[in-house]
């Protein structure tokens, strides 16, 4: 009885154990485990939000300065572009019409001076056309008796002597009438150099501007007496082209060609880059500081640029193509350059690297990426702060 009441309970069970395995349903698969992010890693859910807040971009090569000289610099005035205004004569200023700073046009008027050279340049000029007129005189009297001696030779009535005297006394005549020419055309051109007429007496010099540009340096008051016919009254300057004037080291000059294009950065406008190209490499090496003058011509047409500003120039500047990422992509931390770069979606790492020159918005890269990475651009702060 016993026998038969276990197999019967052996086979219920194998029964139900048929039953329970036919009916099994598949395991629920449990969700992935979050991915724990290592030092110098962050980690954003592929399916957040945020993830939409970080962009990239692959690492690009762009043209890079990879060497130049550079060298402190001074702006100038052009000294092919400037001029220093002087006295004709001695005399007394009269009015002075302009001041320092103002901007003047070839041929305006500076100022008025009175002098007595004045009368004596008219006085010379008048004296100079009297000894024409006289000279003439002489000639045409030369003439007559000339003619007259030729017509008493024809007659038998004087020897031929008498005839070449005469011819040559016409000759004599002639001469002294070119030269009292030449020295009335002189006198006149000096009256024209001092802009007076050629009758009147007790005129005032008018001084006119010989060049166009700004007046930057001016030494002349109104009724001032002035004698130094060669000491600068005004200096005008033409600053639509300007110069910016270095030393370099003469160990560096060899890299230096004239008609290079150069970089100038100047304190007084910070982040600005200024262009020109080189005008002018010295011939003498300074025996103190062991450098070379050179110089560079920049345009300069909305006056922005000041003599004597002070700034730094670039020369002999070589690109070669180089990786390049944006600015906003560096990150500075504990004395490194560090960028973001993207292993994975929503997986970040920290990379250092050694940035080179930047060129506009864009920042060279020399070391610690490799092509094809892509860098975090944009979003930087956010992988920051996790």
């Not at 110069?243 to 007084?268: C, Y």
Request: with cysteine; charged share 20%.
């Amino acid at each position: 009885m016993k026998t038969k009441y276990r197999s019967s309970l052996g086979a219920a069970c194998i029964l139900a154990l048929i039953l329970t395995g036919c009916g099994e349903q598949p395991p629920v698969e449990k969700p992935k485990a979050a991915l724990t992010p290592r030092p110098g890693q962050a980690v954003i859910d592929p399916n957040s939000p945020q993830l939409a807040q970080i962009k990239t971009e692959p690492l690009a090569s762009t043209l890079v300065p990879v060497s130049s000289v550079s060298a402190p610099g001074k702006v100038e005035a052009n000294v092919n572009r400037q001029s220093h205004v002087v006295l004709p004569v001695a005399g007394r200023v009269n009015t002075v019409m302009v001041k320092i700073g103002d901007f003047v046009r070839q041929g305006q008027a500076l100022m008025t001076l009175e002098s007595a050279d004045i009368d004596a340049a008219v006085s010379s000029f008048q004296q100079a056309q009297a000894g024409v007129t006289q000279a003439k005189s002489a000639v045409a009297k030369a003439q007559m008796d000339l003619d007259r001696e030729n017509d008493l030779f024809e007659h038998g009535a004087v020897p031929q002597k008498d005839v070449l005297n005469a011819r040559a006394v016409t000759v004599q005549a002639q001469a002294a009438v070119e030269q009292a020419q030449a020295a009335a055309e002189q006198a006149r051109r000096r009256l024209q150099i001092l802009g007076v007429g050629e009758k009147a007496f007790g005129q005032s010099v008018t001084i006119h501007a010989p060049i166009s540009g700004k007046i930057l340096e001016m030494s002349v008051v109104n009724g001032e007496f002035r004698n130094d016919l060669s000491a600068p009254l005004m200096t005008i300057a033409d600053l639509s082209s300007v110069w910016v004037t270095s030393d370099v080291p003469e160990t560096a000059i060899r890299f230096i060609k004239l008609g290079e294009p150069v970089k100038i950065d100047l304190a007084a406008y910070p982040g600005e880059t200024f262009r020109g190209r080189v005008a002018l490499i010295g011939d003498i090496v300074d025996a103190q500081t062991r450098t070379v003058k050179v110089r560079a011509e920049l345009p300069n047409q909305d006056g922005r640029l000041k003599p004597e500003m002070f700034g730094n120039i670039q020369l002999a500047e070589q690109l070669e193509q180089r990786p390049a990422i944006p600015a906003s992509a560096v990150v500075a931390s504990d004395g490194k350059t560090l960028v973001w770069r993207e292993t994975a979606k929503g997986v970040f790492e920290k990379v250092a690297i050694t940035t080179g020159a930047q060129i506009g918005d864009r920042v060279a890269v020399l070391h610690g990426l490799q092509p094809g990475d892509r860098v975090v651009v944009d979003g930087v702060m956010l992988l920051a702060a996790r």
